[in-house]
Structures are given as C-alpha cells and as structure tokens.
C-alpha cells in the first residue's frame, strides 16, 4: 500500500505564500506522474498542477504563473510553491501520485487564504 504524507497548509493572507510537500512510501521515479488536487468548499476536486516521471509538468489555469511544482530526488519529495495566493485559492489541497491506472491520495491539508 502506497502512503503519501503532506504537509505545509495553514492559514495565510492573500498576497502570501505557502509550500506543500508531500513524501510518498516508494521511490517519486517508480510513478507515471504526481500531483496536487483541490476540492473547495461546494466544488468539485480538480487539478491543480501535476509533473510526470520525466519532468513535463502542466497546471490549471488559473494558477498558471503563480504556483510551480517541483520535486527534489535526494529527499524524495514533491512541493507545490504557491505565491500570490488569493482567497479562491482556499481549499483542501490532496497529493497524488499515480502508477499506470492506480491513483493514490494523500490525507490531504487545508489551505485558507484571507482577504
């Protein structure tokens, strides 16, 4: 059983900025891709950013240009760097890792942003 533990949510200011993590029990490489999914309050999850085995990275629209995911091999980690954070960008962030047709989540952590 795949486990993927996040962490860095919390309550910030809109402008602000903030870093999510999140460490999977087996090697990043050993996936297809990993990613970071939102689900706010009434809406349905989406994708936010996601990054494959090779390194292509693609993102939602409306985080273009403010939000990066990347990974760092040595710690086995995936971030999602998210600046100038809005208050629509309040939500629960989850981590997923996905292998062929399996898709695993993370716990997921909450991320408000104030106005």
């Known amino acids: 059983q795949v486990q993927l533990v996040e962490s860095g949510g919390g309550l910030v200011q809109a402008g602000g900025s903030l870093r999510l993590s999140c460490a999977p029990s087996?090697?990043?490489?050993?996936?297809?891709?990993m990613g970071w999914y939102r689900r706010a309050p009434g809406k349905q999850r989406e994708l936010v950013a996601r990054i494959t085995s090779g390194g292509s990275t693609n993102y939602a629209d409306s985080v273009k240009g403010r939000f990066t995911i990347s990974r760092d091999n040595a710690k086995n980690t995936v971030y999602l760097q998210m600046n100038s954070l809005k208050p629509e960008d309040t939500a629960v962030y989850y981590c997923n890792a996905l292998f062929v047709t399996d898709n695993y989540w993370g716990q997921g952590t909450q991320v408000t942003v104030s106005s």
């Open positions: 087996r090697s990043i490489f050993s996936f297809n891709a």
